[in-house]
Each structure stands twice: as C-alpha cells, then as structure tokens.
C-alpha cells in the first residue's frame, strides 16, 4: 500500500526557514518522479517543485525558484523540501505527490506570520 507522509511544517517568521520531510512507503520510491504541491485558504493546489527519480533533475514552480531546494534521499525513502527566505505568500499546506497513479499524503501545513 502507497504511503505518503509529511512533515516538518509549523509556524515561522518571515524570512525564516523550514524543511519538510516526506516519507514514502509501500513502492519503490528510487523509481518514481516525486513533487511537492501546496494549496493556500481559497485558492487552487498548485505545483511547487519536482524531482527526478534519481534527483539528478529538478523544476520548481516561478514563486519559489531560489529560495526553495527540493532533494531526495533514496536509501531511506524520504523527499524534502528546503524553504528558505520565507515569505506570507508562502502560508499553505503543502503536499507529497507521487505523479504516477496521483499518490497524495495528507499534508502538512505551513504559516509564515508575524
């Protein structure tokens, strides 16, 4: 059975840093393209980045290029995200995707606040 389960999310200041884990479980996660996804109150989940299966390629969405770093860790079945320099805009709750067959994990939310 296909496990997604994030975290790592939590309130910080603007300008701040957080890193949020995935951990995948139930394929062979070294095999699959993974993303992070977010979905801000009132607005549509949209794309933040992606990373090949081997993490030797990745895309991120124009709101977050520079600031967030997506990686990979294949021995131990875990995807993260880097946020840095965060900003309010940032505030969602952000989403694992594996692509393949649209696996979500339930998601862990992020405020960036005063």
């Known amino acids: 059975q296909v496990r997604l389960v994030e975290s790592g999310g939590g309130l910080v200041q603007p300008g701040g840093s957080l890193r949020l884990s995935c951990a995948a479980s139930?394929?062979?996660?070294?095999?699959?393209?993974m993303s992070w996804y977010r979905q801000a109150p009132g607005k549509e989940r949209e794309f933040v980045a992606t990373i090949s299966a081997p993490g030797s390629d990745t895309n991120y969405a124009a709101s977050v290029k520079g600031r967030f770093t997506i990686s990979r860790d294949n021995a131990n079945n875990t995807m993260y995200l880097q946020m840095n320099s965060l900003k309010p805009e940032d505030t969602a709750v952000y989403y694992c995707?594996?692509?393949?067959?649209?696996?979500w994990g339930q998601g862990t939310q992020v405020t960036v606040s005063s």
């Open positions: 995707r594996r692509p393949v067959f649209d696996r």
């Open positions: 139930g394929f062979d996660f070294s095999s699959y393209v």
